[in-house]
């Protein structure tokens, strides 16, 4: 059984339905919003008019003249529980941003690093939505990392043959380090020149205060902002494929007789659909959420960021944290926001 990471917060396997206890939970809109929405959907693309506190993130297309201000009124009323520390930034799908908070530095990000390494994979390597995607055979160091003392970890068998859905999933449900450098190596022939495509994309995303030095987060050097992270989710979750992995409750190990369940907690609560977790000492509690909410008859995806929360204690203190203020926001959001619409 892998042992209990020092540097992620990821859930112990257990058997399924047993929980397991290892770190790593209408009304209608005034003409002017209108149009603007009728633009944002039937270009089907993410419509971000920008708004208070900050930019809506990398990436994100030119907001349409005279579109800004009325954005920027909705997210002054709702009055949002930014957390206290950290950063943290929110945005809704062909409405735009709803604020980003504290100071936009770079900060580690712990295993929310993930979130890239995934995205690099899928883009490189395509799945249809359902499907297992390609063959990938575990090599010797994958199976000797998957136990270990001190970071999150899946079992693989060294020589087995796994579908690249089923090591997405070990990757982002358990959080497990070690499939992250298998599928970096699967993928690039060496973590070094996966991590060059991951900083790369990143470049491309317009992630200007991103620099990744690693796969899995393990790293503290490994460093991102809220607004960055926030048009990385953005793009990710464009892929129905990520959106399923992301979505996945619980994974099992082939061959290893244990099940583990995703270490975001607030999955499957207030609409929550993903995304993903990440923690240590020296990033705190970190957390990419993606909800989905009800707008004037239209299904919006809302999404969101916490980082540095709790920095300097343990990993376990950091995630209950970045959970707790993820919660807030997302509650917070689903609650006022449609009201804020039909008002402003």
């Known amino acids: 059984m892998p042992h209990t990471p020092a540097t992620d917060r990821a859930p112990a396997p257990a058997p399924v339905p047993a929980p397991a206890s ?32 900050g930019p809506a993130g990398p990436g994100a297309p030119a907001p349409a003249a005279g579109s800004g201000d ?12 930014w957390p206290a520390e950290g950063q943290a930034s929110v945005e809704v799908e062909g409405i735009g941003s709803l604020g980003t908070r504290g100071e936009q530095r770079p900060v580690p990000i712990a295993s929310v690093t993930k979130v890239m ?28 990392e998957s136990y270990s003392s001190v970071e999150t970890t899946a079992p693989v068998l060294a020589g087995r043959t796994y579908t690249q859905r089923l090591l997405l999933e070990l990757m982002m449900v358990p959080s497990g380090n070690n499939v992250a450098r298998l599928l970096a190596r699967w993928g690039a022939g060496s973590e070094k020149a996966f991590v060059a495509k991951m900083n790369e994309t990143a470049a491309a995303l317009g992630m200007e205060r991103t620099t990744y030095t690693g796969v899995s987060g393990m790293e503290a050097s490994t460093r991102s902002t809220a607004a960055d992270q926030l ?10 494929v990520f959106r399923e992995i992301v979505a996945t409750r619980t994974v099992e190990a082939p061959g290893a007789g244990v099940t583990f369940r995703n270490t975001n907690k607030l999955l499957g609560r207030d609409g929550v659909i993903g995304l993903k977790t990440g923690s240590s000492t020296p990033a705190g509690g970190n957390l990419v959420w993606a909800s989905t909410q009800d707008i004037a008859g239209t299904t919006r995806l809302i999404l969101g960021v916490v980082l540095h929360q709790r920095a300097g204690t343990s990993p376990a203190e950091g995630s209950a944290a970045a959970h707790e203020a993820g919660h807030a926001l997302v509650t917070a959001v689903r609650a006022t926001l449609p009201d804020a619409l039909a008002r402003t």
Do not use: C
Not at 48 to 53: E, K, M, Q, V
Not at 120 to 125: A, N, Q, R, Y
Not at 231 to 240: E, F, I, S, Y
């Open 117 to 144: 390494t995934a995205y690099v994979i899928l883009k490189e390597h395509p799945m249809r939505a359902g499907a297992p995607g390609a063959a990938v055979t575990a090599d010797e160091q994958a199976a000797n």
């Open 231 to 240: 048009g990385l989710a953005r793009a990710a979750m464009k892929d129905p």
């Open 70 to 81: 009325t954005v920027a009124a909705v997210a002054k009323s709702l009055h949002l529980p």
């Open 22 to 53: 290892r770190s790593g939970f209408r009304r209608s809109l005034l003409v002017p919003l209108a149009a603007a929405l009728a633009l944002a959907t039937g270009m089907g693309t993410w419509y971000a008019l920008g708004g208070a506190g």
